[in-house]
């Protein structure tokens, strides 16, 4: 029988994407993932920590407070050299609203429109946490360097894969298969690193 596991987000694809990623490093029918949306009356937990490692475990503690179940959180964004690592934690309401992905990436575009294209590194950073019922947290941190493009490439993805193009790559990760993505990028280098400690916890 699966082990269930509580994904504290309610974006469906980042569901889709670790589910994905779980199935590859331990199997396919071992954990279930559920998320915020099985809990209709799970209120939204304010991220208010300075890092994404501290809004990670935020999310991840109240997950499993609530729920009695051991839950995993992450917290990524993008990390713009030429903007001393902004949006960074803010990357998801950069432009002041939350999740508005297009706002976000054109001010992005605009805020480093003049910066040389030597200049225009960056990184995607992704900290996940789990945490469990009796009170033991791990936290994990991946992080994919790059370059900021000028314009879109590609149609997959969400957020900033459309203008990202990962250090070795010649298409964007928005140009990426799901499993391609998967390999090379923040959030897949983080949740193959916390598999193994949940496979340690939940899976003996």
Not at 46 to 58: K, M, Q, S, V, Y
Request: glycine share 12%; hydrophobic share 40%.
């Amino acid at each position: 029988m699966s082990k269930r596991l509580l994904l504290a987000t309610a974006n469906k694809k980042k569901l889709v994407e670790l589910q994905r990623i779980l199935d590859v490093a331990l199997g396919t029918d071992r954990i279930a993932l559920v998320g915020l949306a099985d809990f209709p009356d799970y209120p939204e937990v304010p991220e208010t920590g300075l890092t994404f490692g501290e809004n990670a475990l935020i999310k991840a503690r109240e997950g499993a407070a609530r729920t009695g179940l051991a839950t995993v959180a992450d917290d990524s964004g993008l990390a713009v050299d030429a903007l001393n690592g902004m949006p960074g934690v803010f990357s998801a309401r950069w432009s002041g609203g939350h999740g508005d992905d297009q706002a976000n990436l054109d001010l992005v575009l605009a805020q480093i429109s003049d910066v040389a294209d030597g200049q225009r590194g960056g990184a995607f950073v992704c900290a996940a946490a789990l945490v469990l019922p009796n009170g033991r947290e791990h936290l994990v941190e991946g992080k994919q360097r790059g370059t900021i493009l000028r314009a879109r490439r590609g149609e997959g993805g969400f957020g900033y894969d459309p203008i990202f193009l990962g250090d070795g790559q010649n298409r964007t990760n928005a140009e990426l298969t799901a499993e391609e993505k998967d390999a090379i990028s923040h959030r897949g280098k983080a949740f193959r690193e916390l598999s193994k400690v949940i496979a340690k916890e939940l899976l003996g």
